[in-house]
């Protein structure tokens, strides 16, 4: 099993940035790709972006492509979400999660989730 924690969450103004942290502890990370999703209040979880195991390759969601960079550290067991031009829409809990799938943007393929971190943006 892997445990996740996500930080890095916080309040913003429209246009600012904030970088979102997943650290892994238990095991490996590099063993599960990542993805980050979002729950807006009142609405579903959606996809926002996901990596594979080794960082070579990335997808993310139309709402987020351009404003929004995924990255890994498989030594450090850590997941970073870069989030740029942020908008108001974007306000959510943000969680990150492993699978052993090869890639998904269904939150019901990913075996492990962290507790969500805040993030707020306000216009």
């Known amino acids: 099993q892997v445990q996740l924690v996500e930080s890095g969450g916080g309040l913003m103004q429209a246009g600012g940035s904030l970088t979102l942290s997943c650290a892994a502890s238990g095991r490996t990370l590099s063993t599960y790709a990542v993805g980050w999703f979002r729950q807006a209040p009142g609405k579903e979880r959606e996809f926002v972006m996901w990596i594979t195991r080794s960082g070579g390759a990335a997808v993310a969601a139309n709402s987020v492509r351009g404003r929004f960079i995924i990255s890994r550290d498989n030594a450090k067991n850590t997941v970073h979400l870069q989030m740029n031009n942020l908008k108001p829409e974007d306000t959510a809990v943000y969680y990150c999660?492993?699978?052993?799938?090869?890639?998904?943007?269904?939150?019901?393929?990913?075996?492990?989730w962290g507790q969500g971190t805040q993030v707020t943006v306000s216009s």
């Open positions: 999660a492993a699978t052993t799938k090869s890639y998904s943007r269904e939150s019901y393929d990913y075996d492990y």
